[in-house]
């Protein structure tokens, strides 16, 4: 707000001069203000301007003349030229900054997705590796079986033949052969191994173990490798054994690692120790050689994933890779101690507990699995009841086939989809199937298999080259009777076969000769379970019903009289006229306990029409007289 002061120069009347003014660039129109020699105004906006003034003298007559003033309204300071350009220099910036952080967001969103495609591709990568490595082992494995199985027969034949004019050096060359199968064996162990430790989520199973025993297993297999090169062999335990938490075999793979190194390496001198820390917290394990010793510069290396020293060595590079990890998911550390020319020493030191891990309970140590049955096996098999083999290698099918046709009639199939066809032909008493086939594989045949009452009954054998726990508990799962890796002895497949039928024999004979033992303790199949236990129901509902037998249960259980024969006699090793009367013994025996009725009343109520002849039976099936049993 500003005024203006005005006067006209007559002084005759002054109080009748009249007054006119005009702001032009504001004001539109002349102002007459009357006398009073003032103009005052407000709002005026920045700019120039000019003030015009006219006057009237004392008779009215206004002047030609005007007055004249150039007014400049400055603006404020936050109006000005540069208040103007700083504001759009903010807002430029505040552009700026918003689509720059726009651009970032999106660039952030664009590398989380890069991300998650990359994560994804990697997992794909992974998961196609650990198929590939699979596979690998599949093929590899059946191959090493056929060498290493006809080998092992071979060898066995040399020695006991009664020829005295055989070279020894057949024997020796036999010998190389079966050194460097396995060495081939272990070759393709290790890339595995490996290939497990590059897992997303590897699997490992914690437990408590005495650590002397896993040292000692895995002494035992070195120790004649060493003695054979001339090597003095050391082994040193504590003074008191002490237990650890720890994946078995992942320890059992650290020490023969660090084994196989070292008898690789020395001279004359392998020496295997353990220690545990006085506060029982932490156990050391050292293996010393006085081999070529490694160098500076590469014992900052040799854990690196396929790094080899320049030692000629054959080897792949990867065993101390996979015993610093082992040694790391068990959260202890492993240094070496080496001078080049004088020898190694490797130290691994792991904790006696495990933080953060489910442990499960060990098993107690348990027979090699080479040493044979201590006693005789009795088999529910008569001679030439029919195996099926179901392989796709053809040189593996011929090899089981030709070591099962003595005792069995053989039949073959090469893949899952044939051996349920040749099962529905025929009355297969055992299965021995590979588990990787094209079509169909094993753990899909085993499943429909033990789906299917009429053929859950029937022994299955898996054979597969995966070696992981996780794939040996998902064989066990699909229904197994057993799980036998690749390569294998034929001398093992034959023991295992004749132990699993000895076992379903020894179920059934505890069952028949114990009489309060249930029936659900003869099979491991729950398909099975069902069908005795409705037997039995049906045996015990028609004890007093003279026409119970075989042809009575078949229309009750709407089965077939051959299938419910063959599937009663391949589980329990006796026909179902047999089984009838064993549950009706075992029904008298309850009643018989609860001392209600007499010997006489109970022979009758089973379905006996002969007291005398119920009493040699009961005795004879249970070793005691009726009478006897009731005291």
């Given at each position: 707000m500003f005024s203006l002061y005005f006067a006209a120069l007559s002084y005759c009347s002054p109080e009748k001069n009249q007054y006119a003014c005009k702001l032009e660039g504001f004001d539109k129109e002349w102002n007459y203000v009357g006398s009073t020699p003032k103009a005052t105004y407000t709002?005026?906006?920045?700019?120039?301007?000019?003030?015009?003034?006219?006057?009237?003298?004392?008779?009215?007559?206004?002047?030609?003349?005007?007055?004249?003033?150039?007014?400049?309204?400055?603006?404020?300071f936050w109006w000005t030229l540069p208040a103007k350009i700083l504001y759009l220099l903010l807002i430029g910036g505040m552009i700026w900054l918003y689509v720059h952080m726009r651009l970032l967001k999106e660039e952030k969103r664009h590398k989380r997705e890069m991300q998650r495609l990359n994560d994804r591709k990697d997992m794909e990568v992974k998961e196609a590796r650990l198929?590939?490595?699979?596979?690998?082992?599949?093929?590899?494995?059946?191959?090493?079986?056929?060498?290493?199985?006809?080998?092992?027969?071979?060898?066995?034949?040399?020695?006991?033949?009664?020829?005295?004019?055989?070279?020894?050096?057949?024997?020796?060359?036999?010998?190389?052969?079966?050194?460097?199968?396995?060495?081939?064996?272990?070759?393709?162990?290790?890339l595995l191994d490996f290939n497990k430790t590059q897992q997303l989520e590897p699997q490992h199973n914690f437990a408590e173990y005495k650590i002397r025993d896993i040292i000692t297993s895995v002494a035992e297999?070195?120790?004649?490798?060493?003695?054979?090169?001339?090597?003095?062999?050391?082994?040193?335990?504590?003074?008191?054994?002490?237990?650890?938490?720890?994946?078995?075999?992942?320890?059992?793979?650290?020490?023969?690692?660090l084994m196989t190194n070292a008898t690789k390496y020395t001279q004359n001198m392998v020496h295997l120790s353990c220690n545990v820390s006085d506060d029982h917290k932490t156990f050391t394990i050292e293996v010393e050689d006085n081999g070529v010793g490694i160098s500076k510069s590469d014992q900052q290396k040799i854990f690196s994933p396929f790094y080899q020293a320049q030692d000629n060595k054959p080897g792949t590079g990867i065993g101390l890779s996979i015993v610093e990890y082992l040694v790391n998911v068990h959260g202890g550390h492993i240094s070496v101690e080496s001078q080049h020319g004088k020898g190694s020493v490797f130290r691994v030191t792991i904790p006696t507990t495990q933080a953060n891990v489910i442990t499960k309970p060990s098993k107690p140590a348990q027979e090699s699995k080479e040493e044979k049955p201590s006693r005789p096996v009795l088999s529910i098999f008569d001679a030439k009841q029919i195996v099926l083999i179901t392989e796709d290698d053809e040189d593996m099918l011929r090899f089981l086939a030709s070591n099962f046709k003595t005792d069995y009639t053989v039949i073959t199939a090469r893949n899952g989809r044939e051996g349920l066809q040749q099962v529905t032909?025929?009355?297969?008493?055992?299965?021995?199937?590979?588990?990787?086939?094209?079509?169909?594989?094993?753990?899909?045949?085993?499943?429909?298999?033990?789906?299917d009452y009429r053929y859950s009954h029937i022994p299955f054998v898996m054979l597969t080259a995966k070696t992981d726990n996780e794939s040996k508990t998902q064989g066990m799962n699909c229904g197994a009777d057993t799980f036998i890796e690749k390569p294998f002895?034929?001398?093992?497949?034959?023991?295992?076969?004749?132990?699993?039928?000895?076992?379903?024999?020894?179920?059934?004979?505890?069952y028949s000769v114990l009489p309060d033992t249930s029936i659900s303790s003869v099979t491991t199949s729950s398909v099975d379970n069902e069908l005795l236990l409705k037997?039995?129901?049906?045996?015990?509902?028609?004890?007093?019903?003279?026409?119970?037998?075989?042809?009575?249960?078949?229309?009750h259980l709407n089965i077939s009289r051959s299938g419910l024969f063959a599937k009663i006699k391949t589980i329990t090793d006796v026909t179902p006229n047999e089984l009838i009367q064993i549950v009706r013994l075992k029904k008298a025996a309850?009643?018989?306990?609860?001392?209600?009725?007499?010997?006489?009343e109970v022979s009758y109520m089973v379905g006996f029409n002969s007291p005398s002849y119920f009493a040699k039976c009961f005795q004879k099936q249970f070793g005691v007289k009726p009478g006897e049993y009731a005291l």
């Open positions: 709002n005026i906006p920045a700019g120039t301007y000019t003030f015009r003034v006219k006057a009237t003298n004392n008779d009215g007559i206004w002047s030609k003349q005007e007055a004249t003033l150039e007014i400049v309204v400055h603006p404020p198929t590939f490595f699979t596979m690998i082992a599949h093929e590899i494995r059946t191959p090493v079986s056929l060498i290493i199985g006809p080998l092992e027969i071979l060898m066995k034949d040399v020695v006991n033949s009664t020829k005295t004019n055989i070279p020894i050096s057949y024997h020796e060359n036999l010998q190389i052969i079966d050194r460097n199968a396995h060495r081939l064996l272990e070759l393709v162990n290790q297999r070195f120790n004649p490798t060493l003695q054979q090169k001339g090597a003095d062999f050391q082994i040193d335990y504590p003074s008191e054994d002490f237990f650890a938490i720890v994946d078995k075999e992942a320890i059992t793979k650290i020490i023969s690692n032909r025929h009355q297969v008493s055992l299965i021995i199937s590979d588990w990787m086939m094209p079509e169909m594989d094993g753990e899909e045949f085993c499943k429909l298999l033990r789906a002895s034929m001398e093992y497949l034959h023991a295992c076969i004749k132990n699993m039928i000895e076992i379903r024999h020894m179920l059934f004979q505890k037997m039995t129901q049906v045996i015990e509902d028609n004890l007093e019903d003279p026409g119970l037998n075989v042809g009575f249960l078949a229309e309850q009643i018989i306990a609860d001392k209600k009725y007499r010997i006489n």
